[in-house]
């Protein structure tokens, strides 16, 4: 699918956004500023733009643990969720999630956890709600290939099936679950993929690493869920290039394996070279972008740091819904 000059330029926006945010993470997190455990997403990045791109902010996605990047791809404040993960009280969440926690319910996104696999039932209920208002909204669970094996994921799948709820599974294949790499986890059948399609859902497979391959995928994904045809699934074979927690010593790695992989099988770089040499970009605006989202994220992290800590007379509220 041709994709204008402005999608294109919002696409890099919001890959580089994430992939800043989460590098600038990286270092802040060293000097013991922000609490609780952190996970970051660089390396992912074309995946979740590329899913979410096709989205409203009617649609709804749930997280995981490593959310980052999708809260950014499905239109999160940046600088809200700095704050959040520095425990602010202007964080989107009030500074109470932290990094594994947030949520913003105005852009349809319903939540990061910490529970692998705890995502897709959560999905799977919002998308019978959209089936139920028949407003043509749809409900994504972003899951990794851990997540793939665990009871609540095939639970969901099948439910979905049953209902046809318009609920979309993605499986993000970075190969390591926390520290387990995926031909030990997964058995014999390393297709995830062909899981979901053992339910009766149709299943898309994608190079996560490429943005124009999980756009497309995902459109034809999509098309196909609108349409009335009930559940779907996708697996994105991607990677990460930071630990499955900060301080992750990363020893389960190959020799060379991180450089292999910022060398090989970036998508930030992938992405520039297929409009540079295809002239649909100059990458001198690409350059440009790097620079505004660089000056977005220094702005971030000192407004957070500046920002005040929640009251701890609030300490008990939005601990139940009030109906």
Not at 3 to 32: C, N, P, V
Not at 142 to 156: I, K, P, V
Not at 211 to 233: K, Q, S
């Amino acid at each position: 699918m041709q994709l204008s000059r402005d999608d294109l330029l919002g696409a890099y926006r919001r890959m580089a956004t994430i992939r800043q945010f989460e590098e600038r993470l990286h270092e802040e997190i060293k000097t013991g500023e922000i609490a609780g455990f952190t996970h970051l997403y660089c390396g992912q990045e074309a995946a979740a733009v590329g899913v979410c791109d096709h989205l409203t902010d009617d649609d709804y996605i749930v997280s995981t643990h490593r959310g980052h990047g999708h809260c950014i791809a499905k239109g999160c404040d940046v600088k809200g969720m700095m704050k959040e993960i520095y425990g602010r009280r202007d964080g989107l969440c009030k500074g109470r999630g932290g990094s594994m926690h947030i949520a913003d319910l105005s852009v349809g996104m319903l939540g990061a956890n910490g529970i692998v696999g705890a995502g897709a039932p959560q999905a799977v209920g919002a998308a019978i709600a959209a089936k139920l208002d028949g407003n043509g909204r749809v409900a994504i669970a972003f899951s990794g290939d851990g997540a793939c094996n665990q009871g609540t994921t095939f639970e969901a799948m099948n439910l979905a099936v049953v209902v046809k709820a318009p609920a979309i599974f993605v499986f993000e294949n970075n190969h390591y679950s926390e520290h387990t790499g995926v031909d030990y986890a997964v058995g014999t059948n390393k297709d995830i993929a062909s899981r979901a399609e053992a339910f009766g859902m149709k299943a898309w497979r994608a190079n996560g690493c490429d943005y124009f391959d999980t756009y497309d995928a995902m459109r034809e994904l999509l098309d196909h869920v609108r349409a009335g045809n009930g559940p779907a699934a996708i697996e994105l074979d991607t990677e990460r290039f930071y630990g499955h927690f900060e301080g992750d010593p990363q020893r389960y790695r190959g020799p060379g394996e991180l450089d292999r992989l910022r060398e090989d099988r970036d998508c930030l770089k992938a992405f520039r070279a297929r409009v540079g040499e295809a002239k649909l970009l100059d990458i001198a605006e690409l350059d440009a972008i790097d620079a505004e989202v660089a000056q977005l994220i220094d702005e971030s992290v000192t407004e957070a740091r500046a920002a005040p800590a929640p009251d701890p007379a609030s300490v008990a509220e939005d601990v139940y819904v009030d109906y």
